[in-house]
């Protein structure tokens, strides 16, 4: 940490400019204290590393509870510098003994007070979620910046995205879902735009960098509404994937239903109907790969309704909650507070787009199979037909691109 105070409460940052050699005359004559425990601390004077306090071992301290690295360190330091610089009044490691929590950074912008949180190494789910929690209770709205350190790759449009990082995302008014990241050692921040998980922790995304001195404040305080990527290009690829990959001999739970699934209908797992694996509306709050769940709410509850008999929303909720239920199909955490049945609704209204159900215009909630599906004789046509719904996706506009 940058901040500590002496014994009479007056507060002594590194982030002011020192000479050496008056920080090591103070740190002969005087004693240094945590602000937020009220405990000694160390001041760090290294030749190559930043200037900074650290608690003594064996301190119990929420603020020693996550040691911070340099790379933690430096970052934060920018980032308060670059707020500065844009005449903005920042707060450095800003206690707020309501909450009992300090934010890296503490700033008002167009009248909203913003806590930053520099976030570089992983985190207790339920500690992230106490954070964010608090300040929202005193009216402070949370921006998680991840280190640039967290950015895992995997090809043009692929990331690996883990559970707490889920927790950081900003969305936007379109239910764009995306992650605000900095490098200090690249002075820069980068933008995971427009993600679309395919399993647990891969997702589809678009990536943009932008150097530090030409970033706005808008850029982490505004999400982005534009949709950068043809989202439905890349999911063909990985519907290709998941037709032409090797069966493992050890599945997962989700898995080996639905291996179990398509076998008791006589259905190759490589040809999966076009009914099913599809990004539909809030098809993240469920974190098993999407095809998982749709492939079985497809055959053990929507193909067993009568054709043109109605049925109602609730009998695909309550055919999927013991599975959800059972952690088969577990939950995404995340801090939007919204039902996981939204997910069913936009299968459910994807369904009705492609012309495999009718809902009732007179009902709510009661919805009618018109059609069977299809199950193609090869992959190659299976590949053909899934490409044949961009068609129809294209000219019904639908919100998958």
């Not at 309501?98 to 190494?121: G, M, T, V």
């Not at 605000?180 to 647990?200: G, H, K, M, V, W």
């Not at 049945?341 to 787009?353: E, N």
């Amino acid at each position: 940490m940058f901040n500590a105070k002496f014994e009479d409460g007056t507060i002594i940052s590194m982030i002011d400019d020192w000479r050496i050699d008056e920080l090591r005359e103070l740190r002969n004559k005087r004693k240094f204290y945590c602000p937020v425990c009220n405990s000694l601390v160390q001041l760090k004077l290294g030749v190559k590393k930043l200037w900074h306090f650290a608690h003594k071992a064996n301190v119990n301290c929420d603020e020693s509870l996550e040691r911070e690295s340099m790379y933690h360190l430096k970052g934060k330091k920018r980032l308060y510098h670059w707020l500065q610089n844009q005449g903005i009044e920042v707060a450095l490691e800003c206690y707020l003994p309501i909450i009992r929590q300090r934010p890296d950074l503490l700033f008002r912008y167009n009248k909203i007070l913003y806590a930053i949180e520099f976030q570089c190494s992983p985190i207790n789910l339920t500690l992230f979620e106490k954070r964010t929690r608090g300040y929202q209770e005193i009216g402070i709205v949370p921006i998680w910046i991840l280190g640039g350190n967290r950015v895992k790759r995997h090809g043009p449009k692929t990331f690996t995205i883990k559970s707490f990082e889920w927790l950081s995302c900003q969305k936007s008014t379109n239910q764009l879902h995306q992650l605000i990241y900095y490098c200090p050692e690249r002075d820069c921040f980068a933008r995971l735009n427009q993600i679309t998980p395919y399993t647990s922790i891969k997702s589809l995304a678009s990536y943009r960098e932008i150097p530090l001195l030409k970033t706005p404040v808008d850029f982490i305080v505004k999400p982005d509404t534009q949709r950068s990527f043809n989202l439905f290009e890349q999911w063909l690829v990985i519907r290709k994937h998941w037709r032409y990959q090797f069966l493992t001999p050890y599945p997962v739970k989700a898995e080996k239903m639905i291996r179990n699934v398509l076998y008791k209908y006589n259905v190759p797992v490589s040809l999966f109907p076009l009914e099913a694996g599809w990004p539909t509306d809030y098809h993240y709050l469920i974190s098993t790969p999407t095809h998982y769940w749709q492939l079985y709410l497809l055959f053990e509850c929507l193909l067993q309704q009568s054709i043109h008999q109605p049925f109602s929303r609730n009998l695909v909720i309550q055919s999927l909650f013991p599975h959800i239920h059972n952690n088969i199909f577990p939950l995404r955490q995340m801090l939007e507070g919204r039902s996981w049945t939204l997910a069913i609704d936009g299968y459910l209204s994807f369904l009705v787009q492609i012309g495999f159900l009718m809902k009732d215009p007179e009902s709510r909630g009661e919805y009618q199979r018109i059609r069977n599906i299809e199950i193609s004789p090869s992959i190659e046509k299976a590949i053909e037909k899934d490409q044949s719904l961009k068609l129809k996706h294209h000219s019904k506009q639908s919100r998958l691109h």
